[in-house]
């Protein structure tokens, strides 16, 4: 079993004893064990960063960028070895492995471009004010299973662009790309700069409620984001939270059923559902349902849903038995409601935590397959006759992160999208996201942003200077 990957800690990779198993989502048995760290790593990991800060603080943005920059090109030569590591533990097919490390080179690159701002004011000859940007100190990143190099990569790069120093937890179902992406930075960091620790139950309870932590940034599911935000609240620490979404689509009468069908199920399906801002509930018009419902179910008939060991597979299993599980649950449940399944609907027995593509007609708002987050490769479509109607119902969930209006109309479609209660409203896509734009949630789906001057100022605290003249 392999057993390569260490935590690291102030630049030195630590022995430690204690490891838990990490299993493999194709088979649904252990591959590999990581290291369990203790309360005590945690302490030596903030300990760590606390010491390097001062000095990583002080170096200019543009040798913090070279340093991002060298990092990236460390990623790029090691990306084959990681996206096997990546394959294994999350279950992704490797060219699905491969993209997601490609996307992540490019943010790293992306944020070694990006520059706090210094406003000035107001400048006369009484006074000048100017607004300045500073880190914060030790940054907490805790990552969910779904994406777990670029989620990291989202949390640590800017982090590190702004002047602080990281300790990151991933997930313990994914844990050991990440600790393999902390140890190919920490080549061209200096020690202490990026920490990792990795552990199962309290350990990322304990870095919320730390008091050498300045920040958490956060991504995962909303419960989770709640009990950070309360164990955060005696430190009075700065929080990104990205959370849970459940994003609705409507499509318009007059889409172009034969292009939009591609992108949807595309848009529904990547990493076998299991993406945050995936579409997750599809309103279309009652005149367009039945073809576009029918060219969405051959599409994810005709998918092949396999290993990462073969090369044809072009979607993989549930992450974990209790996703696994939740999707299961989640497709009876619909089929006891009388929803119609027109692609998929049930495991067929095989090893593993394997999902078909699904697709299922005959739901509505008020059925758990609607209503919850599912986080995995169903897609419900609910048909509408009047456009308000259907806005009002893809607005009544408590998740805002995304949404999404389809229609040749660009104009219409704009403004209807504009009231979506949502972070992010697409026109004839969805999910897609840039480096230079801001991403996050609204309502439950999270507080602040990522990406873009936006993100790279959640890392940082306002300063204001004032210079009486
Ligand atoms: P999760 O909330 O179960 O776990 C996420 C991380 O939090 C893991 O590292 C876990 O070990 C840690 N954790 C668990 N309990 C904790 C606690 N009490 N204190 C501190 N850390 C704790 O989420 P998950 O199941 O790994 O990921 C799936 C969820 O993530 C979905 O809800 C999905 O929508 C969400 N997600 C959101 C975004 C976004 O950008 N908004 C992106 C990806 C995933």
């Known amino acids: 079993m392999d057993e390569a990957q260490s935590v690291i800690i102030d630049g030195e990779k630590v022995a430690i004893a204690e490891t838990f198993e990490v299993i493999d989502p194709a088979r649904g048995e252990p591959f590999a064990r990581c290291p369990a760290a203790t309360p005590a790593h945690l302490d030596a990991a903030v300990a760590a960063a606390r010491r390097a800060f001062p000095a990583w603080a002080a170096a200019s943005l543009d040798e913090r960028a070279e340093r991002l920059n060298r990092i990236a090109d460390a990623v790029e030569a090691d990306k084959e070895a990681l996206a096997v590591l990546l394959s294994s533990e999350q279950g992704k097919p490797r060219a699905s492995a491969l993209g997601e490390i490609g996307a992540a080179i490019g943010w790293m690159r992306a944020t070694a471009a990006l520059r706090p701002p210094v406003e000035v004011i107001q400048d006369d000859d009484k006074l000048r004010i100017e607004v300045h940007r500073k880190p914060l100190g030790v940054v907490a990143s805790i990552t969910p299973w779904n994406h777990p190099v670029l989620i990291a990569t989202w949390h640590i790069m800017p982090a590190l662009m702004a ?251 704009e403004a209807l999208a504009r009231r979506l209660d949502c972070g992010t409203a697409w026109v004839n896509d969805h999910s897609s996201i840039s480096p230079a734009a801001p991403f996050g949630g609204a309502k439950q789906s999270g507080i602040g942003v990522e990406f873009g001057h936006w993100g790279l100022e959640e890392y940082m605290q306002v300063q204001t200077v004032r210079i009486a003249r």
Not at 313 to 320: A, I, R
Not at 323 to 346: P, S, T
Not at 385 to 401: H, K, Q, T, Y
Request: glycine content about 10%; charged content about 20%.
């Open 163 to 413: 002047g602080n120093c990281v300790v990151v937890k991933p997930s313990s179902f994914t844990p050991l790309s990440t600790l393999r992406l902390v140890e190919l930075a920490n080549a061209h960091l200096p020690p202490g700069v990026l920490n990792s620790v990795t552990g199962e139950g309290g350990l990322g309870r304990a870095m919320t409620g730390h008091p050498g932590i300045d920040k958490v940034v956060f991504t995962g599911s909303t419960p989770t984001g709640r009990n950070i935000m309360s164990n955060a609240a005696n430190t009075l620490k700065r929080l990104t939270l990205e959370l849970g979404g459940n994003d609705a689509a409507i499509v318009l009468p007059d889409a172009d059923v034969d292009a939009i069908a591609p992108v949807i199920f595309a848009k529904s399906f990547g990493n076998s559902g299991q993406t945050c801002a995936a579409l997750k509930r599809l309103y279309v018009h009652e005149s367009l349902h039945d073809a576009l419902a029918e060219k969405l179910a051959a599409l994810a008939r005709a998918a092949r849903v396999g290993p990462a060991s073969d090369p044809e597979s072009q979607f993989g299993p549930l992450q974990n038995k209790a996703q696994f599980d939740l999707v299961r649950e989640l497709a009876d449940d619909a089929r006891a409601q009388g929803g119609k399944f027109l692609a998929g609907g049930a495991a067929n027995g095989e090893k593993g935590y394997f999902f078909p593509l699904t697709v299922v007609t005959e739901v509505s708002d008020g059925m758990r397959i609607v209503d919850e987050e599912q986080f995995g490769p169903i897609l419900p479509i609910i048909r509408y006759s009047d456009v308000e109607d259907a806005l009002a119902r893809a607005n009544a969930s408590e998740n805002g992160l995304g949404g999404s209006i389809w229609s040749s109309d660009i104009k219409r479609a």
